[in-house]
């Protein structure tokens, strides 16, 4: 039984061995093995050798894929309608100057994604309607549209001394913008309404909440 035992044990050490000599020749082919890709337009192959090389017709250097080609913005109108609400900042200067110096508004409804508003205006009221000068400028997703007040629109007061709600109505041209706005043009109806609550001391300011609407047609190139 001794006999045997041992014959058995050699016998497992020599499968053993082979095993571990079978393994290192594995792992030293599997080394000594490459990988590469290959390209062919939108086909891709890997081949995989002591000495890769790639099918005729295929190459290893990866195509540039091209950009997409843009499409040219088509003229059209556009439909907008919206309310834009927020803030103002007044300076009260000499001679009844009033400036508003500065416009924070977001602006929801039907507006193209110009949902921002920013601006700046000045008049100097002799009666309780008067004509002012203004501009703005509409802003979202990339692209702006630039506004300017025309010379009919008006801001009247309900009261000649403060407090007072002003309401102003009128129009505001289009002049142009950025992005898919870029060479805009058109006319938008104009109507809105804030408030003035300090006594407009020389050289103070006030900070009060607008509202603002805004509809028509923007023409874009």
């Known amino acids: ?103 924070d508004g977001t602006g929801t409804g039907n507006v193209s994604g110009l949902s921002a508003m920013s601006g700046s205006a000045s008049s100097a009221p002799a009666n309780l309607c008067d004509n002012f000068d203004g501009k703005g400028v509409i802003s979202g997703g990339g692209n702006t549209l630039n506004l300017t007040f025309d010379s009919s629109s008006q801001g009247c007061a309900d009261s000649d001394s403060a407090p007072a709600t002003i309401t102003i109505k009128g129009s505001a041209k289009v002049t142009g913008g950025t992005g898919k706005f870029a060479g805009a043009s058109g006319t938008l109806t104009v109507k809105g309404t804030f408030d003035i609550n300090s006594k407009g001391i020389v050289n103070t300011t006030e900070s009060t909440s607008f509202s603002l609407d805004l509809s028509g047609n923007i023409a874009t190139k």
């Open 1 to 103: 039984m001794k006999l045997y035992t041992r014959k058995f044990v050699h016998i497992l050490v020599v499968i053993a061995a082979f095993s571990l000599v079978a393994g290192n020749v594995t792992v030293a082919n599997a080394a000594a093995k490459k990988t590469i890709t290959c390209y062919k337009g939108t086909v891709v192959k890997k081949v995989t050798a002591t000495n890769p090389k790639c099918p005729a017709g295929y190459s290893t250097k990866k195509p540039v894929a091209k950009p997409a080609a843009t499409t040219a913005t088509k003229a059209g109108s556009v439909a907008f309608a919206g309310t834009y609400k927020g803030k103002i900042s007044i300076l009260f200067g000499d001679g009844n100057l009033i400036q508003v110096t500065k416009v």
